[in-house]
């Protein structure tokens, strides 16, 4: 029995109304209550109480009033110990894995959104029970379920750390590491290949259990859940994941799902796999080893760390590195994966701008706020600190005179897990054991890369593994330093211009729209180069800029001249006529 319970109800899900009513035995006289104003993992504060309405409070059959304090605050006056019993709504309906929602299909919400705090008894046992749910409608979670329909968190944190899934859906479970794993799919089209799913995933988990404690025989460290659970909902369009404790959210595409009697793994399913893996390492890296900063959260405010890099970056460089080592993908693949990731960072020219401490600490406002002029102020650091851990990873595979592996990164994460015990860990920690690993000087080296913004050496590294690096033929956006939306209908749309690009130079900006080039309607940027005489290089452009119709004008380089700007970056493996010693670092790199 829980000592602080919600009953949650959803008589009408077609409102998209949650109906909740709190009930807290014994309550202070001045009992405080309130909302988080964000879910730890996705660092915006998005003030969940603006879905809040119609709160009430009594005591027995006594109305008792409620006052609120600030925006997601409020107090009530009790007289008495007799339990205070609290009843409000909550609306849901954004589709995403970070709040709430609910039509006549499906629910699904995080405890953010629908459970108020009990100031003062955070660390009491917090139970849920639900009201009658529409004919054929399941749950799932990964909170303990003592009863049916009941369910029972140790203290707030946990209330918060386990979303639940509601609605008629698809399920299925595997075992890995001595657990057991369900997998929950809703909106799933018929004739999806569950199965394949399940044993895919399986492959991943085991690989990560592996990885963080060994193989199974020398297994002495017990697994930091008992039962885990993905919660799959598959949409139109949406891509998004969600790390909590023993379970994470997801949100893909369902054309991604692998289907029955398709053998051929999509580059949409490859997608999805590499979320569950990137949302399952978070179990290790983030939720319990985490920042120093975040072993205790507010949940008012934000909460600053300079190490998303580590914790957000590192996570994104092993989503995909463990597809290629459980043999989900081959090594080609893996490597195309990893081009895009080095594509994306070297087409941002807010790499020169903001390092990726700078990056970590100010994701509240810049990375979770993104505008036009993001690319030019701004790097991820999801890739550029998954690039940081390859960069790591190959130097330390290597040796720093590249006399023979002498260690690896893996070594660096279990050696950190051990070292904090599944909790806080800082930047000094981090270098201390990188020192250790990999010398002094690959530890300074780091220090210069998570606080400076010059580019890191990886085709040099990559070349040691027998990986070459080239360059594709730019394209037009490229060369002009555009990143443009286009369609045979809305035409040409620039969204952004980057800094110090030919297109800003003639005066090109965000929302213009391209209408024709060197008096040829335009529907296609690349089109443009069509509009060319041969030899000549000037692209007359006109443009809509607010209702006003503009000329502007600029010079392309010629091609073959020394330019700055190359197209997508390329790696390739040529696996047999790499040298044997070579050879043989690759494998350990990708298969270890
Ligand atoms: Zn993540």
Known sequence: MADISYRIELAQPHTHYFDITLTVPAPAAVQQLSLPSWIPGSYLLREFARHLSGMKASQGSRDVAVEQLDKSRWQVRCSGRQALVVRYRVYAFDSSVRTAFLDAQRGFFNGTSLCLRVHGREQASHGIEFGVLPTGWQIASAMPNPAPGSYLAADYDELLDHPFELGQFWQGSFEAGGATHAVVVSGAWSGFDGERLLRDAQKICAAQIEFWHGPAAKRVEALPFVRYVFLLNCVDEGYGGLEHRASTALIAPRRNLPRLGQAETSDGYVQ??????????????VKRMKPAEFMRLDY???????????????????????????GLIDETRYLKLLAATVSGVLATPGRM??????????AWTKYYRPDENTPNATISYYGKGALLALALDLSLRSGSGGAGPVSSLDALMRGLWQQSQGGGIDEAQIMALLADLGGPELSREAAHWVHGTGDLPLPFLLERFGVQWSSDKPTLAQRLGLRVSESAVAGVQIKQVLADSLAQQAGLSPGDELLACNGWRLRRLEDALLSL?????KLRLLIARDQRVLELSLDLPALSAASKVEGAPVLLSPAEKAAVRVTALRRAWLAA
Not at 272 to 285: C, K, M, P, Q, V
Not at 353 to 362: E, H, I, K, N, T
Not at 533 to 537: E, G, K, T
């Open 272 to 285: 999805l796999l590499g979320l569950i893996s990137h949302e399952y390492f978070h179990t290790w890296n």
């Open 300 to 326: 008012a405010q934000e909460n600053y760390t300079e190490l998303l890099w580590f914790f957000e970056g590192f996570t994104s460089y092993y989503d995909d590195l463990m597809l290629v080592r459980s």
């Open 353 to 362: 701008v903001q390092s990726l401490a700078q990056a970590s600490f100010d």
């Open 533 to 537: 005489a041969p030899q000549q290089l």
